[in-house]
């Protein structure tokens, strides 16, 4: 041990300055590069994993969709089928009558091959459309045969094809009808015209109750297989659907979900395990390995399994519904498609790296012969100076400490050589001057002493210098080195985040104040409950209260009103004010609201249901309280007290909002503090009695969820220079079934325009290129673009701005930002469009306002991380971030999600943020 440390000892002893400078960064470079290079393989592979199983979620829930609108119609078309029957519109002892009916319907619904009527004898008139013979009709005539005629396009019967044995009473779909009292869908079974599909079923009665038949529409599997298929996602990606059964329903692959047996070719469905494609085959087989039968999938799985050395990712939906239906769709990805991108990625990072390191390598010898030299060089020279050897200089070097030293250096050389000089020439002299020469020769050697004094000065101070940053930049590069996420960083970004909230509150309080000097804040008087407007004040501010240990009440005269016509929201905001100081700056004790009415004079002899009342409002704590010198600055904007700037919190504006509003309500605020006793605030605002049958109750019309059945596939081309707005519009438009296409720029828009003829365009006025203005001048002018309806899109919208907007040739202006509901309705106002809402058979739902109903209780099984989060992204306005946090609540707090919802629709994240802000 002692030779090791004495090896060591001799061996740093031989270390030069340019390895010490040179093996410490190369190590740090490697480091990093290394640590560069694994992260970003790791974040590539969670990328992926993440990707796929979001792209498996919409693949999966785009088909649930499709599904729901396929069968849906069947549906609605047997329930009017029923219902004229039952109410005499239509007979069916009338085969001609029904024959006609049924005619009608399917030529309107393509998606549907027959429609048809059988008795409880087993006769039957169907209506059936086959791709090769057109339309046909297959009546019972002189039971059981049955005849087969061909229909023209007016629905008239053209020539009898052929005559066939039919009794529907033996048929799959009767037998299993009989098997159910109410609509019930078949099992995949072969029609009698040979496809393979399913049936639904209703039961027709008389008015006695007598069983009359059953009225049937039949669905043919291909046109799902049809949908699967133009669903693109990746080379090798695969969508199938399957029957609690295991019967292949239908296939993106293009494999028929039937196979055809014997000379006449007849089709039988066909097991999706014995699948001719391997893939669907070897996934069916491992879903029946996993969970033994498909009943036991009950939600959304998502699996992987290897074949052939290759990852697949499987993701399996149960996809039910109310009337027998038990399908499962499957979506298969491989990861192969989506790594081939990753792994040239690794290879171009690692190639960047090694490159980085190279260069860093490079630059570091470069660096530290650029310092080292000079020093070397310094060295040599003073070890000839110390052997007498006065011809070497020191060149001066381009580092300004470096170049210094030298030059003090090449003095005192100098100046050592001349004082040697004189020194030789004085002992050649008098041996009087002996005395005098040996004391000049001290001067000089004391002269030489001092300037080797200054040298060595003058190299700890290089050092020095060349050390410190040399540390700052290890020290650093190592505490950042702990952790690639800079972990150590998270209490400076967390000032960051602090310090960008704070100036959003600023300018947030700072544009209310402008917009109430300004004038343009006008009251919004309606009726409401005031008693529910204190218990949900109450619930909102209470949580916080009691977290300091502090007491909060509310108290109300009998004498104050139920119902009250005023500001709901501007008194909600004076109050939350002046409550929320109250509390912040009370630590023990209470803080009490009052309320009380002060009836005014002019309306004692007035008799009228309409009466008006004043109403005072007194905040009382028992907190710190404000000094008698700032009372008078107290609501003067961006005046805070000496107990606010020690708390640092708040603006210095909230009071000052306060007061204005308070003055815009009819009233004023009053202030009466003890220093460290507490503070009472008091205003009084002028309100009207109101009935509760004044109070709204009107039910919402609800969300938009799509087109009404029948209609017109509108094209609509938004155009729009920012992308982020185009995607808005695009994805919410897509969502309800209208086909979207985009444009950045007006000579784009007429591009568009040209190729696809969209019949409403939603046009952005300021753009780059060419704006709105002319685009639509243009597109006006043309025959075919008078048909078309432009909608500018603008964010504001001066009088004469209008003028402008409509001349162009706009049909009409929607301000942003807007709502869905707007947007929708404008759209409804020109293309007659009917839509359906996601509340359209509630009969009994009471409106939510959600403004009242959103209370600090609501997030108490929330983390408060997650809630922390939410805050923060209401805050900052990001509506998207918002509704991707919605989407992690739990089935258990659906009502806070209904809530959140309507709010970010509303464009009300400033509830949101308000509420969340109390909760953290």
């Not at 409880?120 to 005849?147: M, Y």
């Not at 070719?265 to 395990?273: D, G, N, Q, T």
């Not at 639509?776 to 004469?800: D, F, H």
């Amino acid at each position: 041990m002692n030779y090791l440390k004495y090896y060591i000892r001799h061996l740093s002893k031989k270390v030069r300055l340019q390895t010490v400078l040179i093996i410490p960064f190369l190590l740090q470079i490697i480091l990093a590069v290394g640590l560069t290079g694994y992260l970003s393989y790791q974040n590539g592979q969670q990328a992926i994993n993440d990707l796929v199983a979001q792209l498996q979620a919409e693949i999966a829930h785009r088909i649930k969709e499709r599904l729901d609108n396929y069968l849906a119609r069947p549906y609605f078309l047997n329930q009017i089928n029923v219902e004229a029957i039952e109410m005499g519109l239509l007979d069916p002892n009338n085969p001609e009558d029904l024959e006609r009916h049924f005619f009608k319907q399917i030529q309107l619904l393509k998606s549907v091959q027959g429609i048809y009527f059988t008795n409880p004898q087993g006769e039957i008139i169907l209506v059936h459309h086959s791709p090769s013979q057109g339309f046909l009709t297959l009546i019972s005539e002189d039971f059981p045969k049955r005849a087969v005629y061909k229909l023209d396009q007016n629905g008239n019967r053209t020539k009898r094809i052929e005559t066939d044995f039919y009794d529907a009473k033996i048929r799959p779909w009767y037998q299993k009808a009989m098997e159910a009292n109410h609509t019930q869908w078949s099992d995949i079974y072969t029609f009698s015209r040979g496809d393979v599909g399913i049936t639904l079923i209703t039961r027709i009665y008389y008015d006695n109750g007598e069983f009359q038949g059953f009225i049937g529409i039949d669905l043919l599997l291909e046109l799902i297989s049809n949908f699967l298929q133009n669903i693109k996602i990746s080379p090798a990606t695969q969508t199938f659907i399957l029957d609690a059964s295991g019967q292949l329903v239908a296939t993106s692959t293009g494999e028929k979900p039937y196979i055809e047996q014997g000379k006449n070719k007849f089709r039988k469905s066909l097991k999706a395990v014995e699948s001719s494609n391997k893939l669907t085959q070897l996934t069916v087989k491992y879903l029946m390995q996993t969970f033994g039968q498909f009943n036991q999938i009950q939600k959304l799985e998502q699996l992987e399994f290897n074949w052939n050395g290759q990852k697949y990712f499987v993701q399996v939906l149960p996809y039910k519904d109310d009337y027998g239906l038990s399908w499962f769709v499957v979506v298969v990805i491989p990861e192969s498609d989506f790594m081939e991108q990753i792994h040239g990625n690794n290879r171009t990072t690692i190639l960047l790296c090694l490159g980085a390191l190279g260069l860093a390598t490079i630059f570091g010898i470069i660096t530290s012969r650029w310092v080292t030299k000079p020093i070397f060089e310094l060295s040599q020279s003073a070890n000839e100076l110390s052997k007498g050897n006065w011809g070497t200089p020191v060149k001066c070097e381009p580092i300004y400490e470096l170049r210094t030293l030298a030059k003090a250096f090449n003095q005192m050389r100098i100046q050592l050589k001349k004082s040697y000089q004189q020194l030789e020439e004085y002992s050649k002299s008098l041996e009087h001057k002996v005395a005098e020469r040996t004391h000049e020769l001290e001067e000089a050697r004391e002269a030489a002493d001092a300037a080797n004094l200054a040298k060595s000065t003058f190299l700890a101070n290089i050092s020095h210098e060349l050390r410190t940053p040399l540390h700052s930049i290890l020290g650093f590069s190592q505490l950042m080195s702990r952790d690639p996420i800079f972990i150590k960083s998270y209490q400076e970004l967390g000032i960051i985040n602090r310090s960008a909230e704070h100036l959003l509150e600023l300018i947030n309080d700072i544009l209310d104040l402008s917009k109430i000097e300004a004038g343009k804040i006008i009251l919004n008087e309606q009726s409401f409950d005031f008693y529910q407007f204190l218990d949900n004040l109450e619930a909102m501010l209470k949580i916080k209260a009691t977290s300091k240990g502090i007491q909060f009440i509310i108290q109300h005269d009998d004498e104050v009103p139920q119902f009250i016509i005023s500001d709901e929201k501007k008194l909600r905001q004076v109050l939350i004010n002046l409550l929320g100081n109250a509390i912040k700056f009370t630590t023990k004790g209470r803080v009490i609201l009052r309320i009380k009415t002060i009836p005014l004079l002019e309306n004692k002899t007035v008799e009228t249901t309409k009466s008006k009342l004043d109403l005072n409002f007194e905040v009382e704590d028992t907190g710190i309280g404000i000094k008698t010198e700032e009372i008078q600055d107290l609501f003067n904007p961006f005046v805070q007290t000496e107990s606010g700037k020690k708390t640092q919190q708040g603006t210095g504006l909230g009071l000052a909002i306060s007061q204005k509003i308070v003055h815009i309500l009819g009233g004023n605020i009053t202030v009466n503090s003890i220093f460290e006793k507490g503070s009472i605030f008091q205003f009084t605002i002028v309100t009207t009695k109101a009935e509760s049958s004044e109070i709204s109750h009107q039910q919402p019309l609800g969300k938009v969820i799509g087109l009404f059945p029948n209609q017109t596939a509108y094209k609509i081309l938004v155009v729009d220079k920012v992308f982020e707005n185009r995607l808005l519009i695009k994805q919410l438009l897509n969502s309800i079934g209208f086909e979207v296409f985009e444009a950045e720029n007006g000579l784009e828009a007429i591009q568009v325009w040209e190729q696809y003829q969209p019949d409403l365009i939603w046009m952005d006025m300021r753009m780059p290129v060419m704006d709105g203005y002319t685009a639509t001048r243009q597109i006006k002018e043309k025959p075919k673009g008078k048909n078309t309806v432009i909608i500018a899109l603008t964010a504001n919208v001066l009088q004469e701005e209008e003028h402008i907007i409509f001349e162009a040739g706009c049909d009409d202006i929607l301000r942003k930002p807007f709502k869905e509901a707007q947007l929708f309705s404008k759209m409804a106002k020109y293309l007659g469009i009917k839509y359906v809402y996601e509340n359209e058979n509630i009969q009994d739902s009471s409106p939510i306002n959600p403004t009242q109903s959103l209370t600090p209780e609501n997030f108490k099984e929330m983390p408060l991380a997650w809630v922390k989060q939410l805050h923060q992204m209401a805050l900052s306005g990001d509506d998207a971030k918002v509704k991707e946090l919605i989407q992690q609540i739990p089935d258990s707090q659906v009502e806070l999600a209904e809530i959140l919802n309507i709010l970010v629709n509303e464009f009300r994240l400033d509830t949101i943020s308000n509420i969340t802000k109390i909760i953290i």
